[in-house]
């Protein structure tokens, strides 16, 4: 009797593990697929004070990022109106998707290794890279030039780190969001701006900059720009990837580039599907 009732007690056992593990490999019903279906809604997390990529004026969010946010959407099933924009730091992309305050991360993101830890990634769906923002009249021409110089850029960012690691003699200031870099800048309390060049040149462009900045044009990493969800959304990250897919063949990546960044005259680059992650898995 004894020894029956132990037999069934881990029998039961065996099946619940089962089961929990079956549950962790069946993520589509918590993850943004499941969640587009029932809900036909999405939060996406966005940059409120990037031109170009992802800015806000009043209510309204534009930019590249948010142009690739609504194919998105409406890859997933979910109305554009549906959409609810949250505007996002660098510093708290991973937690607000980890605590689920946003469903998706489309702002300027790099995927890294360090990021993946807590992460998931598709994409990428650009490729910028770090650059610096200098005074019009100034005769930095690379990173190499910043020691004992004071550089600004923002918590929780690549190129923050970047310069942390790799060119420690430079002083860098950091802010939650790039866009207070540039009063400084202006006014000389720091010798340049560091962030990805796409961004960098946003800022130059707008009007109340004109004529006082100017982008080093020297890039020194690779920024691919992924879209962030939870770490075990493994069904939802693949299904990003076939919607960026999709877009790169039936015209709508081109369209999302030309109505925003490609303004400027820059042709749409090259969305190079076979280098979509692989969602976690190897
Ligand atoms: N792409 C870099 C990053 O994800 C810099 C831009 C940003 O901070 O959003 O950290």
């Given at each position: 009797?004894?020894?029956?009732?132990?037999?069934?007690?881990?029998?039961?056992?065996?099946?619940?593990?089962?089961?929990?593990?079956?549950?962790?490999?069946?993520?589509?019903?918590?993850?943004?697929?499941?969640?587009?279906?029932?809900?036909?809604?999405?939060?996406?997390?966005?940059?409120?004070?990037?031109?170009?990529?992802?800015?806000?004026?009043?209510?309204?969010?534009?930019?590249?990022?948010?142009?690739?946010?609504?194919?998105?959407?409406?890859?997933?099933?979910?109305?554009?109106?549906?959409?609810?924009?949250?505007?996002?730091?660098?510093?708290?992309?991973?937690?607000?998707?980890?605590?689920?305050?946003?469903?998706?991360?489309?702002?300027?993101?790099?995927?890294?290794?360090?990021?993946?830890?807590?992460?998931?990634?598709?994409?990428?769906?650009?490729v910028a890279g770090q650059d610096?923002?200098?005074?019009?009249?100034?005769?930095?021409?690379?990173?190499?030039?910043?020691?004992?110089?004071?550089?600004?850029?923002?918590?929780?960012?690549?190129p923050?780190?970047?310069?942390?690691?790799?060119?420690?003699?430079?002083?860098?200031?950091?802010?939650?969001?790039?866009?207070?870099?540039?009063?400084?800048?202006?006014?000389?309390?720091?010798?340049?701006?560091?962030?990805d060049d796409i961004?960098?040149?946003?800022?130059?462009?707008?009007?109340?900059?004109?004529?006082?900045?100017?982008?080093?044009?020297s890039t020194f990493s690779d920024e691919p720009?992924?879209?962030?969800?939870?770490?075990?959304?493994?069904?939802?990250?693949?299904?990003?990837?076939?919607?960026?897919?999709?877009?790169?063949?039936?015209?709508?990546?081109?369209?999302?580039?030309?109505?925003?960044?490609?303004?400027?005259?820059?042709?749409?680059?090259?969305?190079?599907?076979?280098?979509?992650?692989?969602?976690?898995?190897?």
């Amino acid at each position: 009797m004894r020894t029956k009732r132990a037999v069934t007690v881990a029998a039961v056992a065996a099946l619940s593990f089962a089961m929990a593990a079956c549950g962790g490999d069946d993520d589509s019903a918590d993850g943004i697929v499941g969640k587009a279906e029932s809900q036909e809604k999405l939060v996406i997390g966005v940059k409120a004070d990037q031109p170009g990529l992802g800015l806000q004026t009043g209510t309204e969010y534009e930019g590249f990022d948010i142009e690739i946010g609504k194919i998105i959407a409406k890859g997933l099933g979910v109305d554009e109106s549906n959409i609810e924009w949250k505007t996002t730091v660098s510093s708290n992309r991973e937690p607000f998707i980890q605590q689920g305050t946003v469903d998706l991360v489309v702002a300027t993101y790099t995927i890294n290794d360090e990021r993946k830890e807590k992460v998931n990634f598709a994409g990428p769906y650009f490729v910028a890279g770090q650059d610096l923002l200098v005074q019009a009249d100034s005769t930095i021409t690379g990173p190499n030039q910043l020691d004992g110089k004071k550089v600004c850029s923002v918590t929780g960012s690549t190129p923050a780190k970047r310069i942390q690691t790799d060119y420690p003699n430079a002083e860098l200031q950091q802010f939650d969001s790039y866009s207070k870099c540039l009063p400084e800048l202006e006014k000389g309390q720091v010798d340049a701006v560091t962030t990805d060049d796409i961004i960098l040149a946003g800022y130059a462009a707008q009007d109340q900059w004109t004529g006082k900045f100017k982008v080093v044009g020297s890039t020194f990493s690779d920024e691919p720009y992924g879209i962030g969800l939870k770490k075990d959304d493994t069904t939802g990250c693949e299904k990003v990837n076939e919607i960026l897919t999709e877009a790169a063949s039936d015209g709508s990546y081109q369209a999302a580039w030309d109505k925003t960044l490609g303004k400027s005259g820059t042709a749409a680059p090259e969305l190079d599907t076979t280098k979509l992650t692989h969602c976690g898995s190897v």
